[in-house]
């Protein structure tokens, strides 16, 4: 199998959920982004998200192995090239909008946050590596660059629509120790605003 297996699977109210599979064992990676049923009052009062790291074996039975804590409403996520490290992107209360009469009640932010842990997938195990905040709206997706080194993450729009656009902003990984780091390079590809889903492109296909 490829290094990781990307499904999609729609619930009953649509919503889009990815799955990432570990490339040597039976591991599925399911981020659980805490909007409940998905009713207003779920969506503005979610709680904290976590990552979940689920076993499954030869004859489809299945285990809950472990789960991280993340930051509220992680949609995107991703597992690293060489099934060492996950990361999730988080919208905190970034989808609060600013005139929203109940804005300070739900507890809007004007940050987002990126996660960073890692995996280990001879267990199934995730431990808690670094997280780092950033400004931007609806962060929506994530991938590690080839080598493990780097993080991209798209913005779905500037905070404060100024200026009116989306971003596509870049991270290092820092691994100078047991524990990966997230360093901010301060680059950034300006995109149309709504920018989604990112891949990765073998060169040999450029």
Known sequence: IPFCLHV?????????????????????????????????????????GKLISIAFDENGEHRVVDEEAVGWSPEGFSL??????????????????????????????????????????????????????????????????SNDDAIAVTIYQHMNFEPDGGLVEFWEIEHSSNTPRLVRTGNALPVKRGVHDLAIMPASNL
């Open 8 to 48: 999609c699977v729609r619930n009953r109210q649509k919503d889009t959920i990815k799955v990432r599979r570990c490339r040597r064992r039976r591991y599925f990676l399911i981020p659980d982004v805490g909007w409940g049923h998905q009713t207003a009052q779920h969506f503005l009062f979610s709680k904290r």
């Open 80 to 145: 690293s090239h060489d099934n060492k490290m996950a990361a999730t992107v988080n919208m905190e209360r970034t989808s609060v909008a600013g005139t929203f009469p109940g804005g300070t009640i739900a507890r809007r932010t004007t940050f987002s946050s990126l996660s960073l842990m890692t995996f280990d997938d001879q267990t199934g195990q995730l431990e808690q590596g670094d997280e780092q905040t950033f400004r931007g709206i609806l962060p929506e997706d994530l991938v590690f660059d």
